[in-house]
């Protein structure tokens, strides 16, 4: 459970800089590829205390391809999930598209619960249904749900649920001790992609500008922490667990900051969302003891 609160802090953390962003006038795109850059740089330090590791797969080949494949998979749908993130909330709005983004994992825990058995008990059930209703609450605490682009939405969906299924599928069939390799293959695709999605932005001399580079790096090393922490947690707690209690509570956290730090608008709504929120945490991790 600790792995699973530590994701909680680095993912708010995450959350908070994306504020900071928003208020700021810097090109998204190049802040998006110094975080990938720092993520690969963080990673790759990671690796060097993961010999072991590195020679096992260097050595048995087939496995250590299919590791750095499904690495570079995460990687591509890490970068497709923050392009139709930025794309869906100039059409939908902010809040509409943190929702879509949010409930993302529900298909990955249906999906689970298929192939693996990953069923729930009751009181996890339940709990599933007020994540549900929490993260709702916290979006229309801001502002209508609203759908202009119906196959961004499904790509924002997509994408998310992808990026969970991915990591779900390594910590069910590989070594943890390849999590830094497996890691390294995500941010180096996921900068490779990127680069060529921001390629007119940093074409000549417009070269990523201090602000830009500092941001880059307050999201791309914790970024890098944040998706070990998560590969942590499901070694020990089955996805649904994980998945939902990371979406909600982050969401819940951000919810908070974004009054007492951000100064944003608090209503009786966001009182209620942040409630449905801890009630949907404890009953998800309650059976877990």
Same mark, same amino acid.
């Given at each position: 459970?600790?792995?699973?609160?530590?994701?909680?802090?680095?993912?708010?953390?995450?959350?908070?800089?994306?504020?900071?962003?928003?208020?700021?006038?810097?090109?998204?795109?190049?802040?998006?590829?110094?975080?990938?850059?720092?993520?690969?740089?963080?990673?790759?330090?990671?690796? &060097?205390?993961?010999?072991?590791?590195?020679?096992?797969?260097?050595?048995?080949?087939?496995?250590?391809?299919?590791? #750095?494949?499904?690495?570079?998979?995460?990687?591509?749908?890490?970068?497709?999930?923050?392009?139709?993130?930025?794309?869906?909330?100039?059409?939908?709005?902010?809040?509409?598209?943190?929702?879509?983004?949010?409930?993302?994992?529900?298909?990955?825990?249906?999906?689970?619960?298929?192939?693996?058995?990953?069923?729930?008990?009751?009181?996890?059930?339940?709990?599933?249904? &007020?994540?549900?209703?929490?993260?709702?609450?916290?979006?229309?605490?801001?502002?209508?749900?609203?759908?202009?682009?119906?196959?961004?939405?499904?790509?924002?969906?997509?994408?998310?649920?992808?990026?969970?299924?991915?990591?779900?599928?390594?910590?069910?069939?590989?070594?943890?001790?390849?999590?830094?390799?497996?890691?390294?293959?995500?941010?180096?695709?996921?900068?490779?992609?990127?680069?060529?999605?921001?390629?007119?932005?940093?074409?000549?001399?417009?070269?990523?500008?201090?602000?830009?580079?500092?941001?880059?790096?307050?999201?791309?090393?914790?970024?890098?922490?944040?998706?070990?922490?998560?590969?942590?947690?499901?070694?020990?707690?089955?996805?649904?667990?994980?998945?939902?209690?990371?979406?909600?509570?982050?969401?819940?956290?951000?919810?908070?900051?974004?009054?007492?730090?951000?100064?944003?608008?608090?209503?009786?709504?966001?009182?209620?969302?942040?409630?449905?929120?801890?009630?949907?945490?404890? #009953?998800?991790?309650?059976? &877990?003891?």
């Amino acid at each position: 459970m600790i792995y699973l609160f530590l994701s909680l802090v680095t993912g708010t953390w995450l959350a908070a800089v994306f504020k900071i962003i928003g208020r700021r006038k810097v090109r998204a795109g190049v802040v998006i590829t110094v975080n990938y850059l720092a993520g690969a740089v963080s990673t790759a330090l990671q690796c &060097l205390g993961s010999g072991e590791a590195i020679r096992r797969y260097g050595e048995e080949g087939r496995n250590g391809g299919l590791l #750095l494949l499904a690495g570079a998979l995460l990687g591509l749908f890490m970068c497709v999930n923050l392009c139709y993130t930025e794309q869906s909330t100039k059409e939908n709005g902010v809040g509409s598209t943190t929702f879509f983004n949010r409930i993302g994992f529900f298909p990955c825990v249906l999906v689970t619960a298929v192939l693996w058995g990953e069923t729930l008990s009751p009181a996890q059930g339940v709990g599933l249904v &007020l994540v549900l209703a929490a993260l709702l609450e916290m979006v229309r605490s801001v502002q209508a749900i609203r759908v202009k682009s119906g196959s961004r939405i499904l790509w924002l969906i997509g994408s998310t649920a992808m990026i969970e299924f991915m990591n779900r599928i390594f910590s069910r069939y590989f070594d943890p001790l390849a999590k830094p390799i497996f890691l390294l293959a995500a941010f180096m695709a996921a900068l490779a992609a990127s680069l060529l999605a921001t390629a007119k932005e940093i074409k000549g001399n417009k070269k990523p500008v201090r602000e830009e580079v500092l941001l880059g790096l307050a999201l791309g090393v914790p970024n890098s922490f944040n998706t070990l922490l998560k590969l942590k947690s499901l070694e020990t707690l089955p996805a649904a667990v994980v998945f939902s209690v990371f979406s909600v509570g982050t969401m819940a956290l951000s919810v908070i900051i974004g009054a007492a730090v951000f100064k944003e608008k608090a209503t009786k709504r966001t009182a209620v969302s942040v409630g449905l929120a801890a009630a949907s945490i404890v #009953l998800m991790c309650w059976p &877990l003891g």
